[in-house]
Structures are given as structure tokens and as C-alpha cells.
């Protein structure tokens, strides 16, 4: 009996010496581009985490850039703002939202709920939409509610005179007429999208073809691999074509897990996402990426990722789909998060930025140490992202690389072609622009 | 055994030595609840083993947590029980095997936060399987971990 006993005690120590040594992540930048570095999976004993602290700005403080440009906040006090979106008359719609918030299901989700919550995650949405008005670049002259009373929205988009809004169940189309402050007419529902139960990816991204014709949606998974069962996952981590006139619907490509933004290459027309990968299987697993998004592709969720590498938390397995799936075009490094995605389409603050596109990167909240926290630059040549990441605003991060000043997450360019970041938990939309305007 | 007014102060002193009557160990019942709790996570892993039905294991998730919060308590009353001279000898082989069950069993608790398949199979429902086998025996010996002091026997 004693020595059965004692054996236990050095199996369990040799269980806890795993859990203790739970590794830390290495440098991001091997992360980043068409083949990032990608160690070996990692089934951990305490989910790895690092939850950094958040103090806010002080009055006086804003993220940091590069000399040639200079930052400034358009607007300060706002509900969780997530998306930005530039109307044709210069004004600015926020998108101020939050998850509708979901029951835990498991003792782990309390804990892992009270930990988000200290990254800044669980505060309150605004569920309302504010408008800007900033003729005189960055000093706004009017700000008004445009609609208020939605279900956790995201994506915005104009086509002609409608406003389409998606809300975390449904598309809502708007009539919209130049000018006006504020959204009178109810709005009208376009298609259902997937949300409870659970609905845990709750982001509904969306962008509009360049004819107008057909919308995009990105619908993320309701777990994070599948622990909620396959049942919930039905229709989701996809990214949906939404017909503009008759809201039919149908899953344009599947697999990409959070395709928390879409946005289309001006040159070549194609369609992008940013997506966030899975986790809980190592600091630097799995790379979140930015992938062109081709019709009926499968991106890997849940069996595979990053292309053919099986993830064994899944049951049963499903060999023909892995066999399928295809690789992301550029990876942006684990557990950052990329929320935002702006193709710059020109020459928007300096020649460096004409070809290529701007991503918001979160910031971690289960890696070690934390990383995101900044705007990146993806440089793009015919159509597609090469070379290195540049980047753009940082800062978010206080100098001890633990405590958090804000997080980045919509992006948008304004009227004058100044960079909108905004910041949802400094509640700040930050204008960024060329401080020789014009070079 | 005469009868006696209970007394609060007087009681020790007015029991005629070599007559005192046993008293019930409190910690008992709740290793006996936590035991039950813990070999029941492992009837849900070996389910969620069999079907891969996600709620069977966050039933196991919740059935570990309780089971080592009952545990916790059993602890609390088992040192009551030594504190207020209600045990006689201690049962080590008992104590050694819920001992050993519920570190297993918080161990197995962290196993159960991962995610999806792997938070049961293997690591989970071997740790749940050992566990269980312990548990029986300790079981089949009546939960005690230390034996209540007889009649008679001094403090």
C-alpha cells in the first residue's frame, strides 16, 4: 500500500512539475508571413494565461507612433466602442457593443470569465451607434447617438442609400439619407445570422462587394474547439454571402474560426479576413492570420490548422476535411488577436502605407508574455501580403509590458485620410495622421 | 448506563470514568458524499468516452469540483473530530487512499479544464478510473479515516 502510494505521489508531482513549467511564448515576429514557426502542441494542466492589468490613459496620455505622424483623441468617453465606419459626408459612425454575455457551462467558465473581465472584456456595450461630425480634422463639431437599442453590433455598411447593420442575430437594413444625425425609420431585417445559445464568437464582421451585389459576414465559432459540442457549431466559424435584395443566405467559406474582419483588396478585388485561431494549446499556437478567402474554401476549424496540422481535442476526427484544408496566406503571430482590417487603397499617411493594409491587433489575454497590443501595417504587392509587418501605433501597453493603457479594434479612415483606431477600453476613437500633410 | 441531565460544564467530569459513550464522527458522512461524488465523474467520463456527448463531461467538470469541495469540508471535520477527542485511533490505510483519490482527483480537476476530447480521454478518465478504485476500498472499509474512540477508552 505504501509504496502504490508513493508512486502516486511522484506520478501527481510529475503532473504538477508540467503545470509549473508551462512555457513562455517567443518572439511574435517568427510568427509573421506566409510560414510561420510553428512548435509542437502543448495540452496544458492550468490553461496558460497572463492577464495584464488595466489602467486606462491619464489625461495627457495616448498610444505612440512613428515622428512623421502624430495622434490624437477624436473622441474620449464612449461605450465600448468596436467599429468604425466613414459615410460618404465625412461623418463617422462608432459602433459601440459588447458580447450579449453567456451563461458558464462549465467551473473552468467562471474562472475564465473573471479573468477577460480583468483584461477590460466584460464591460457593458453601449448597443447604440454615435455619430461624428469633424469638418476641421480631429476637432469634432457634433456628436449625437445615430441608433441606439441594437443587439450587440459590428458590422457596418452603406450600399446606396441603405445602412445595413449587423447585429449579433441578424443583418439590419436601414434607410439612409445623406446628412441626417440620426436613424429615424425602423429598421428592416435582412437575414437571421447564428447567435445563441452561447454565442460565443458574437462579432458579426461585414463588408459589401464592389457592385453592391452580395454582402459578406463573418461568423465565428461558439467555442473555442468544440467543447460545447458540435451541435452549437452548426453554420458558424464561417463566412457567410448574403444576397443584398433577397437576404438569401448561404456559407461562402468555412473553417475560419473567428473571421473577426472582411474587407476586399481594392486592386484585385478579392476578398480577405482576418481570422483569431484557437487556444490552450501553447503560447505560440495557434497563429491568428490574414488569408485571402476563396468560395467554398475550408480554413481548418476545428480538425486542422495552419493547413493540415491536426488538433487532437477534437472527436471524432475528420481525415478528408484536414486533407482539405487550406493554408492561411500570412500569419500574424499567436494570441494577438487582429480585430481590425483597413486596406489602405492609396497613399493615406505616407508613401510606405499606398499598398497594403492596416490591422488592429487586440492584444492577448491566455499568452505569456502578452502580445498585440498595436496597429500593423502589412505591406501588399499584386494583391498580395509580402515581407515584413511594419508597425504603425503602439502604446497600448504600459512600459512594464503587464499593465494595459487601451486595446485597438475597429479601423477606419476618416474624410482627410487620418487613421481612426478605435479603443475599447481606453473608450477613445485615436486619430492618427501625417504630420507634413500632403508628403 | 445511568441517565444524566446533559450539562455543558459538567459533563466530562460528571461521566464516570471507563463509561463515557462514543460520539459519532462528524468528517465520516462527507468523505462518504465526496467519494460518491468523485467515482461519479468517472461514470461520466467513461459516457463521454463511449458517445463524446460534450455534456457528459462538464458534468464530470462539475461532479470533480464538488466532490473536492466536499472533501475540502471533510477535511475541516476531520480536524474537528481530532480536536474535540473524538477519535480514537487513526485508519491509515483509509486516510492514504482518500488522501491519494482526491489529490488524484484535483489533479484530474485541472485535466477537465481543457478543452473538448483531451479533457477526459486519456489523461482525465485514468485519472478518474484510479481514483475511483481507491475510493471503493476506502468505501468498503466505511469512509472512516481514524476510528471513533470506543466506549471506555481514555481521552
Known amino acids: 500500500m505504501r509504496m502504490t502510494d508513493l508512486r502516486l505521489i511522484a506520478a501527481l ?6 503545470a509549473a513549467c508551462s512555457s513562455k511564448g517567443g518572439d511574435p515576429a517568427r510568427q509573421y508571413g506566409p510560414d510561420p514557426y510553428l512548435p509542437e502542441p502543448h495540452q496544458y494542466l492550468l490553461p496558460p494565461m497572463s492577464v495584464p492589468k488595466v489602467i486606462g490613459w491619464k489625461v495627457g496620455e495616448m498610444p505612440t507612433v512613428s515622428a512623421d505622424l502624430k495622434v490624437e483623441a ?7 466602442p468596436r467599429t468604425l465606419y466613414t459615410l460618404p459626408t465625412g461623418d463617422i459612425l462608432i459602433v459601440e457593443s459588447n458580447g450579449p454575455g453567456t451563461e458558464p457551462y462549465r467551473p473552468k467558465d467562471f474562472i475564465a470569465g473573471k479573468v477577460k473581465a480583468r483584461a477590460g472584456a466584460s464591460e457593458k456595450g453601449g448597443n447604440r451607434i454615435t455619430l461624428l461630425r469633424d469638418s476641421g480634422g480631429g476637432k469634432p463639431e457634433l456628436r449625437t447617438v445615430f441608433i441606439d437599442h441594437l443587439n450587440s453590433p459590428y458590422g457596418i455598411v452603406l450600399v446606396g442609400d441603405t445602412l445595413y447593420i449587423a447585429n449579433t442575430d441578424a443583418i439590419l437594413a436601414f434607410n439612409y439619407v445623406p446628412g441626417v444625425t440620426r436613424l429615424t425609420s425602423p429598421g428592416v431585417k435582412l437575414a437571421d445570422l447564428p447567435a445563441g445559445p452561447i454565442d460565443h464568437h458574437w462579432t458579426k464582421s461585414m463588408t459589401a462587394s464592389a457592385d453592391g451585389s452580395k454582402l459578406y459576414v463573418g461568423v465565428g465559432s461558439n467555442s473555442n474547439i468544440t467543447e460545447n459540442g458540435m451541435a452549437v457549431e452548426e453554420g458558424r466559424a464561417a463566412i457567410y454571402e448574403v444576397d443584398r435584395l433577397t437576404g438569401a443566405k448561404r ?11 472582411v474587407a476586399f483588396e481594392p486592386q484585385t478585388k478579392q476578398l480577405f479576413a482576418v481570422v483569431n485561431e484557437r487556444d490552450e494549446i501553447g503560447p505560440d499556437l495557434v497563429p491568428d492570420y490574414l488569408s485571402s478567402i476563396r468560395e467554398g474554401g475550408f480554413y481548418g476549424w476545428p480538425y486542422s490548422y495552419w493547413g493540415s496540422h491536426v488538433d487532437v481535442r477534437v472527436h471524432p476526427q475528420r481525415p478528408d476535411l484536414v486533407a482539405q484544408a487550406i493554408k492561411p496566406d500570412y500569419g500574424l503571430s499567436s494570441h494577438a488577436a487582429p480585430l481590425g482590417l483597413l486596406f489602405s487603397g492609396g497613399q493615406h499617411l505616407s508613401p510606405v502605407f499606398a499598398n497594403g493594409a492596416f490591422i488592429s491587433e487586440h492584444g492577448s489575454w491566455d499568452r505569456s508574455p502578452l502580445n498585440g497590443y498595436q496597429v500593423i501595417f502589412v505591406p501588399f504587392m499584386n494583391g498580395r501580403p509580402v515581407g515584413k509587418p511594419i508597425a504603425v501605433v503602439t502604446g497600448f501597453l504600459g512600459q512594464d509590458n503587464e499593465t494595459v493603457h487601451g486595446r485597438p479594434v475597429g479601423l477606419a479612415f476618416d474624410r482627410s485620410g487620418a487613421l481612426l483606431v478605435a479603443d475599447d477600453v481606453g473608450n477613445t476613437v485615436w486619430r492618427v495622421s501625417a504630420t507634413q500633410p500632403g508628403t | 448506563m445511568p441517565t444524566q441531565q446533559p450539562s455543558p460544564q459538567g459533563d466530562q467530569m460528571r461521566r464516570p470514568i471507563g463509561h463515557s459513550r462514543a460520539r459519532a464522527l462528524l468528517h465520516r458522512g462527507f468523505i462518504g458524499a465526496g467519494g460518491v461524488l468523485l467515482i461519479a465523474a468517472f461514470g461520466t467520463d467513461y459516457i463521454y468516452y463511449t458517445t463524446a456527448l460534450w455534456q457528459w463531461a462538464n458534468f ?11 472533501m475540502f469540508v471533510a477535511v475541516l471535520l476531520l480536524l474537528i473530530d481530532f480536536v474535540t477527542g473524538r477519535v480514537g485511533r487513526p485508519n491509515i490505510s ?23 476530447w483531451t479533457s477526459v480521454v486519456p489523461q482525465g478518465i485514468f485519472l478518474s478510473a484510479v481514483s ?21 477508552e481514555r481521552p
Not at chain 1, 508531482?13 to 508540467?18: A, H, K, M, T, Y
Not at chain 2, 483519490?101 to 473538448?116: E, G, I, K, P
Not at chain 2, 468505501?139 to 466506549?151: H, I
Open chain 1, 74 to 80: 477624436l473622441a474620449t468617453g464612449l461605450e465600448h
Open chain 1, 251 to 261: 456559407i461562402f467559406a468555412s473553417g475560419t474560426r473567428n473571421p473577426t474582419s
Open chain 2, 60 to 70: 464530470s467538470a462539475w461532479l470533480i469540483t464538488f466532490g473536492l469541495i466536499v
Open chain 2, 94 to 116: 483509509s486516510f492514504i487512499l482518500v488522501t491519494a483519490a482526491t489529490l488524484l482527483s484535483l489533479v484530474n480537476a485541472f485535466v477537465h479544464t481543457r478543452d473538448a
Open chain 2, 132 to 152: 475511483t478504485i481507491l475510493l471503493v476500498i476506502a468505501g468498503a472499509r466505511g469512509w472512516s479515516l481514524a476510528n471513533s474512540r470506543a466506549a471506555g
Open chain 1, 13 to 18: 508531482s510529475s503532473f504538477i512539475g508540467l
